[in-house]
Structures are given as structure tokens and as C-alpha cells.
């Protein structure tokens, strides 16, 4: 057993946390992923907009992947209620640091799953004069979409499953593991 899975030993010996895809997985997807997003953005001193917790691994791993001048900024969302499902009441624990006018927004998310969370945030967005506004997400759960946002760059298309990991929480927890793993019995 490889030291770093030790990390998740207590979880995975109750047999709840499997293992879908592996770091070296999500490092060969993110280089793919910066080599697609790329030619969108060489010139343009991208902003790479963070949407808060869970895409911050995602986002410091796909910044060094793009390897061209950007800058970063994140907001902060929350929906009301609790558990592994968004409520569909938005709101903002924290907004952006300077104005979006004129820039060329990349929202990078953890995981689109009913796409709640997504309107909300281009809806107000789109007050702000960017000039192009595109979503990367890691993972795409398209089969719970209630809302049709656009995903224009996705890393991983992952059945209805509740997954932890590379920055993704249950309860705050698990979001160190290097790998995606799907949280059974949830
Ligand atoms: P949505 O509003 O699209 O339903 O979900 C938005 C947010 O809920 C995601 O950005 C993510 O933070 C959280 N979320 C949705 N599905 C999962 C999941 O399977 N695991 C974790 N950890 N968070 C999720
Ligand atoms: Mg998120």
C-alpha cells in the first residue's frame, strides 16, 4: 500500500470511500483540459474565477497546467440547507476582489451537478461586462442537471454519485485526499 493512501484508510476500511479516479488520472486529464482551454485564452490575461472550496486544488493544479499569464480570483456561494443536496437559494459568502469589466472570465468549479449553483452565478455575472465568460468544471454530473447551464470544458463525467476528495468535501471532511473517490452509503 502506497504511504499517501493511508490518508484515507479509516474511511475505505468501513468501506465507504472508492477510488475513481487516481491523482495521476486527474494530472493526465488536467494537461489535456489546459491544452483545450488554452488558445481561448493566450493573450488575454484570462481571469480564472474559483468558485469556493472545492475547485481550489482543481484550480491551483489547472493554473500551472495552462502555463500562460492569468490572474485568479474566487467567490464564495452558498446554497440555504444542509446535506448532499443544493436547497436552489443562492447566495454570496464572498463576491470578487475588482471589477470583471473588459476581462475574459474562466469559472472553475469542482463539480456541476443540478446546476443550481452555476445559474446563479452567471445570472449575476452577467451584469458585470466581461468580455467572455466560459465554465470549466472538473467533474459534470449531467444526468441531475435541473437547471441547463453550459459547460464549455469538463474533465470527468461521473454518474449520480456523491464524490469526495481533491478538494471536495462531505462535512469539511476529505478534502486533502490526492485522489476522486465516490463516498458510498451517504
Ligand atoms: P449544484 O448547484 O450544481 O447542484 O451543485 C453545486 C455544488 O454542490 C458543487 O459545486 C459542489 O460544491 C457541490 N456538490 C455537488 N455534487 C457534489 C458531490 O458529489 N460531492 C461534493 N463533495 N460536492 C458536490
Ligand atoms: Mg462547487
Redesign the pocket.
Known amino acids: 500500500m502506497d504511504e499517501r493512501s493511508e490518508l484515507h484508510a479509516p474511511a475505505r476500511a468501513r468501506g465507504r470511500l472508492r477510488v475513481l479516479y487516481t491523482a495521476e488520472e486527474i494530472r493526465e486529464r488536467t494537461a489535456r483540459l489546459a491544452d483545450e482551454i488554452r488558445p481561448h485564452y493566450e493573450g488575454k490575461n484570462p481571469l480564472l474565477l474559483g ?1 469556493l472550496k ?1 475547485s481550489f486544488i482543481f484550480l491551483a493544479d489547472l493554473a500551472r497546467a495552462l502555463a500562460i499569464p492569468l490572474e485568479v480570483d474566487f467567490v464564495q456561494l452558498a ?1 440555504y440547507g444542509d446535506g ?3 436547497s436552489g437559494f ?1 447566495r454570496f459568502i464572498h463576491d470578487v476582489e475588482r471589477p470583471l469589466a473588459g476581462r475574459h472570465v474562466l469559472v472553475v ?10 445559474a446563479f452565478l452567471l445570472g449575476t455575472l452577467a451584469s458585470r461586462q466581461a468580455a467572455s465568460v466560459r465554465v470549466v468544471s472538473l ?1 459534470d ?1 449531467p444526468g ?1 442537471r ?1 437547471n441547463q447551464v453550459q459547460v464549455d470544458f469538463a474533465g470527468f463525467t461521473v454518474e449520480n ?4 476528495g481533491y478538494g ?3 462535512a469539511e471532511a476529505y478534502r486533502h485526499l490526492p485522489d476522486i473517490c465516490a ?1 458510498e452509503e451517504v
Do not use: A, N, W, Y
Not at 468549479?109 to 452555476?118: A, F, H, K, R
Not at 454519485?161 to 469526495?164: A, D
Open positions: 468558485v472545492g446554497s448532499t443536496e443544493s443562492v468549479e469542482d463539480i456541476v451537478d443540478t446546476g443550481t449553483t452555476l467533474l454530473k441531475r435541473v454519485l456523491f464524490v469526495v471536495m468535501d462531505h463516498l
